[in-house]
């Protein structure tokens, strides 16, 4: 099968990401393989090819937001038939034992398998996956348009959560990615008031054209207090930005897998009267199963741009140089 994967992690530049023919993978017991129509790029995907995640094996094939036609089962597949329509997520593998898996809070797992890092994704024609992990998609999605749903919307359905921003309050969301522009949407449905703090002129455009209430410069002070925030953008000199602008009481999340350095912080400028920051790791299956119906409801759409299956890395050169507005999506199959 065709497929792209990271030979040697370094800066973009170096071309880490290379494109060649690996061996189809076969379904194990309690497997379902999928042909893969369209697979998203995640900023994941560019932590891993860079080195800022480590490789958790040799030329990992990345792509976590992955939505295909299942084409192949293993023994024992119930839940699963041939020609359905299934997405492939982030979270794989949960060992189900550990003190956060008994208490429900697999995210948190101590020994998690994670697609595109421990096993193969999506920048391939054919991906594998234990069924208890997969999606049922509806027969009708549109590949293109709901493989992100499957890591920045889920992602961004967690960080949300975790924020608790109040009903009617104000939320700031800083740096405006694929993520980030479809929080936006779901905070507004619920009635929220939107302010987006990104240094990408085109974000911030962007962020205008859904509606939020304001979109300024990412060091720049929102028009008001902010009941929550989320921090989307790997930048950790933004965290004392976003707690300053915090109303008391007023939780930040951030939602990144890797961040750079956090400065120091002034307790009484950006933690007293109960100011919170919390971490955001992977989500649950659960978080995913409910964003996906809600997104359904609210009728969220990315903003995408798609790029052919050969072009891959050329999507990952330009997410590194922000030159992706939304969201970028792999055409894996040639009729995806």
């Known amino acids: ?25 076969s379904p194990a017991a309690g497997e379902i393989r999928v042909r893969v129509l369209a697979c998203g790029v995640c900023r994941t995907d560019l932590h891993l090819a860079e080195g800022d995640l480590v490789p958790r094996r040799a030329a990992a094939i990345p792509g976590h937001e992955i939505v295909g036609e299942v084409d192949a089962v293993g023994a024992g597949v119930t839940e699963f038939q041939l020609g359905d329509l299934a997405g492939i997520a982030w979270l794989r593998h949960t060992c189900g034992c550990c003190r956060q898996c008994r208490r429900g809070a697999e995210n948190l797992c101590a020994r998690p398998r994670f697609t595109g890092w421990d096993d193969d994704g999506g920048y391939a024609e054919y991906a594998v996956v234990d069924e208890r992990y997969a999606y049922h998609l509806a027969a009708d999605s549109d590949p293109v348009t709901t493989a992100p749903l499957l890591c920045a919307g889920i992602i961004g359905y967690r960080a949300f ?26 905070a507004m449905h619920q009635g929220l008031r939107v302010h987006v703090l990104t240094r990408s002129l085109d974000a911030q455009k962007l962020a205008l054209d859904l509606g939020v209430v304001s979109a300024a410069g990412a060091q720049d002070s929102p028009p008001e207090p902010l009941d929550a925030a989320i921090l989307f953008a790997p930048a950790g000199e933004l965290v004392p930005t976003a707690l300053a602008s915090l109303a008391p009481g007023g939780t930040l999340a951030i939602a990144g ?14 933690l007293f009267q109960e100011r919170s920051v919390r971490s955001v790791t992977a989500n649950t299956r659960r978080d995913g199963e409910e964003f996906l119906q809600l997104a359904a409801q609210v009728g969220l759409r990315p ?3 798609t790029y052919p299956f050969a072009r891959a890395a050329e999507a990952l050169a330009h997410l590194a140089t922000d030159r992706v507005n939304g969201v970028a999506v792999l055409r894996v199959a040639s009729d995806a």
């Open 257 to 270: 897998i890797h961040l750079s350095d956090i400065p120091a912080l002034n307790y009484q400028q950006h």
């Open 303 to 305: 903003s995408v741009t």
């Open 161 to 186: 959560r975790v924020a608790d921003a109040p009903p009617a309050g104000a939320l700031g969301i800083y740096g405006f990615g694929a993520s980030a522009h479809l929080t936006a949407q779901l």
């Open 1 to 25: 099968m065709r497929a792209w994967w990271v030979e040697s992690p370094g800066p973009i530049a170096s071309r880490p990401l290379v494109r060649g023919t690996r061996a189809e993978p």
